[in-house]
């Protein structure tokens, strides 16, 4: 499966993926938009339906870092995710893919809250959990020429 958003390609096995409008559907699979500010807890839903477009939408400034925060959610067993980055162009100048960074990030337990979402790890396939919310953290590093 493929889904591009913009300069994204997340690939999961080979079948062809389409996109909804606000999170992707795919055999089982969600992926949807979620804010850099919000901590996933391992027990969370996925949206309900999905029902938009995933568009990430930034300003940087030169030799800036942005982030942006995606959530998984599959009842596949097994099922694999990797993230593949296409080169922005825009205004006569171009980004090449090696700006861009994913992360995945994995759950630790806390005696408040239980398991949230925290330390990330740079991997080039995760094997995503089942029925668990697999946050991606993607970085962007815009550089200084």
């Not at 089942?130 to 991606?136: A, E, L, N, Y």
């Amino acid at each position: 499966m493929t889904m591009w958003i913009g300069a994204l390609v997340l690939c999961s096995g080979a079948a062809a993926m389409t996109q909804s409008e606000e999170a992707v559907s795919m055999q089982g699979t969600l992926i949807w938009p979620m804010s850099v500010y919000h901590r996933a807890r391992i027990d969370e839903a996925p949206p309900a339906t999905p029902t938009g477009e995933i568009a990430l939408a930034a300003r940087a400034l030169r030799n800036e870092v942005v982030a942006f925060q995606l959530g998984a959610w599959t009842d596949a067993e097994g099922a694999q995710l990797r993230v593949r980055f296409q080169p922005l162009r825009g205004d006569g100048a171009e980004l090449d893919a090696s700006a861009w960074e994913a992360l995945y990030a994995d759950y630790v337990h806390t005696d408040e809250e239980g398991e949230l979402a925290d330390p990330l790890t740079a991997e080039p396939v995760r094997t995503m959990p089942t029925q668990r919310v697999q946050p991606i953290w993607l970085r962007l590093h815009v550089p200084d020429d």
